[in-house]
């Protein structure tokens, strides 16, 4: 069967595509948890790079003001 698709914020952070959004799922659990994820702890997912987790840190945490 085909995978389920997730809609999220992280499909409109430039550089994270399918793979890099299913990889922070899975290693995070939720949004919550990767918007307060320390940048070391964000480079710890296979293929993430300091622009993604950058793009990835401005993108969440403009959404939560």
Do not use: C, W, Y
């Amino acid at each position: 069967r085909s995978k389920r698709v997730i809609t999220s914020i992280l499909d409109d952070i430039e550089g994270i595509g399918p793979t890099k959004k299913e990889r922070l799922l899975k290693h995070f659990k939720s949004l919550s948890a990767i918007q307060t994820a320390k940048v070391e702890e964000l480079l710890l997912v296979k293929g993430m790079t300091q622009k993604d987790v950058t793009n990835i840190l401005l993108k969440l945490r403009a959404k939560s003001k």
